[in-house]
């Protein structure tokens, strides 16, 4: 699978948009973009994926740049529960595909 | 909640002994996953059951083992226990492994004394 890099940390004022960025420049034509989130020592949820087209669901929006090189995870109103880790995995859906997580970026929304 | 269920939720035992960890996936996922993380090694995955079988294998050490029931529940067993071996264990789901998004039960903590 591709690898990726994020930021490692971020902040975002509570009730604004969080735009979480990454790169995965290496990413094949087969290979989707998928982001989990995780809460502090809770399970890795997961929010969104992509393969090329850009996508929406309750929780975010994924924009994924037209050579595929690069995406962003958009949280369009950032609220306190919103703080966790960011994983940003870039993996091909076969059978058997686990998922390999990176450092992620650390998301903190401020009051 | 994701439907994955995972017991117990922490255990805390000495070196030397042996544990199993079971995981109960989401109704009507055939897959499930072992995934270990641990302070100094972030998430890391150990393996992989389809309907039964193995399907992949991660950086699982020999004193580990898992299985899939019938049932589909699973079971990660840990012997021969270490310090090292103290980390957060997830098991996640899927309905086939291909093409579908694998969901996380709440872990399971495994403290080694």
């Known amino acids: 699978d591709a690898k990726t890099t994020q930021p490692p940390s971020m902040d975002c004022a509570e009730g604004r948009a969080a735009n979480l960025p990454c790169n995965h420049s290496t990413i094949s034509g087969n290979e989707y973009v998928y982001w989990y989130r995780q809460i502090h020592s809770q399970g890795p949820q997961y929010i969104i994926h992509?393969?090329?087209n850009n996508e929406t669901n309750e929780m975010a929006s994924l924009i994924i740049t037209e050579d595929r090189k690069s995406s962003t995870l958009i949280l369009p109103h950032a609220t306190l529960r919103d703080t966790a880790v960011y994983y940003c995995i870039v993996r091909v859906n076969n059978a058997g595909n686990m998922l390999t997580f990176g450092g992620g970026t650390r998301l903190m929304v401020k009051p | 909640d994701s439907g994955v269920t995972q017991t117990p939720k922490h255990l805390i035992t000495a070196t030397g002994q042996r544990v199993t960890l079971r995981c109960s996936p989401r109704s009507g996922d055939l897959s499930v996953y072992w995934y270990q993380q641990s302070l100094d090694q972030g998430l890391q995955f150990l393996i992989q059951y389809y309907n039964g079988e193995e399907r992949a294998k991660g950086n699982i050490l020999e004193r580990f083992s898992a299985q899939q029931f019938p049932d589909l529940h699973s079971e990660l067993n840990l012997s021969s226990l270490e310090l090292g071996d103290s980390a957060l264990y997830f098991c996640?789901?899927?309905?086939?492994?291909?093409?579908?998004?694998?969901?996380f039960g709440p872990g399971t903590r495994l403290t080694v004394l």
């Open positions: 996640a789901s899927s309905l086939a492994g291909a093409s579908d998004t694998q969901y």
């Open positions: 992509g393969l090329k």
